[in-house]
């Protein structure tokens, strides 16, 4: 049986024309509430690029553990958001 490791962290990374502005670290457990903390107007966006992604995080409620993954990136000209599990 393979065990596979558990994240510790959600990371948030954004970048505004190719600079570091945002870098947060929050438990991995903040990750079963990401919906709810993702701004109206990104999340719009992100639900046009990745239309699975809500489900996806949808489900993170219902896994005993969370796995380490990239949950999404949002590229935009001159913005880019990128979120995973560590």
Same mark, same amino acid.
């Given at each position: 049986? &393979?065990?596979?490791?558990?994240a510790s962290t959600l990371n948030i990374r954004i970048t505004r024309n190719g600079v570091e &502005?945002?870098?947060?670290?929050?438990?991995?457990?903040?990750?079963?509430?990401?919906? /709810?903390?993702?701004?109206?107007?990104?999340? /719009?966006?992100?639900?046009?690029?990745?239309?699975?992604?809500?489900?996806?995080?949808?489900?993170?409620?219902?896994? /005993?553990?969370?796995?380490?993954?990239?949950?999404?990136?949002?590229?935009?000209?001159?913005?880019?958001?990128?979120?995973?599990?560590?």
């Open positions: 049986m &393979k065990i596979m490791k558990e &502005k945002v870098r947060l670290t929050f438990p991995a457990i903040a990750a079963r509430f990401l919906l /709810e903390l993702i701004p109206a107007d990104a999340l /719009e966006r992100i639900r046009q690029t990745t239309p699975a992604l809500e489900a996806e995080l949808k489900n993170l409620g219902s896994e /005993e553990r969370l796995q380490p993954r990239d949950l999404f990136h949002l590229q935009e000209p001159e913005r880019q958001i990128q979120v995973w599990l560590a």
